[in-house]
């Protein structure tokens, strides 16, 4: 199974941006996806994640309100939608797949499948 995540880049403060993630080689209808971040000397942390069928969502208290995430089980694809940026968002993005569980975690150690990140700077 392999995750390759895009979209990252640099923007202003309030500004915004999307970022994708594909899967391939996978069931992706069966995988829970989710987003986390790292931020330079930080611990990876948990920014969103959604179910197979894309009713449930959770988010990071820091980010609610302000990102979306959503999925396209017919193109393999997940999305993290991000407006209203801070330079406290700044980080490496990664994506992740839980390929047993039904249930939406913000627990890392859960996804088994995870890509390579993409940065994301957010200027003030």
């Known amino acids: 199974v392999q995750l390759q995540a895009s979209g990252g880049g640099l923007v202003q403060a309030g500004g915004s941006l999307a970022l994708s993630c594909t899967v391939s080689?996978?069931?992706?209808?069966?995988?829970?996806m989710a987003w986390f971040r790292q931020a330079p000397g930080s611990e990876r942390e948990f920014v969103a994640a959604?179910?197979?069928?894309?009713?449930?969502?959770e988010y990071v208290d820091s980010v609610k309100g302000r990102f979306a995430i959503s999925r396209d089980n017919a193109r393999n694809t997940v999305t993290l939608q991000m407006n209203s940026l801070k330079p406290e968002d700044t980080a490496v993005y990664y994506c992740?797949?839980?390929?047993?569980?039904?249930?939406?975690?913000?627990?890392?150690?859960?996804?088994?499948?995870w890509g390579q990140g993409t940065q994301v700077t957010v200027s003030s």
């Open positions: 080689g996978g069931a992706f209808k069966d995988y829970v």
């Open positions: 992740a797949a839980d390929g047993y569980s039904s249930h939406v975690s913000k627990t890392r150690q859960r996804y088994d499948y």
């Open positions: 959604i179910s197979w069928t894309g009713v449930q969502a």
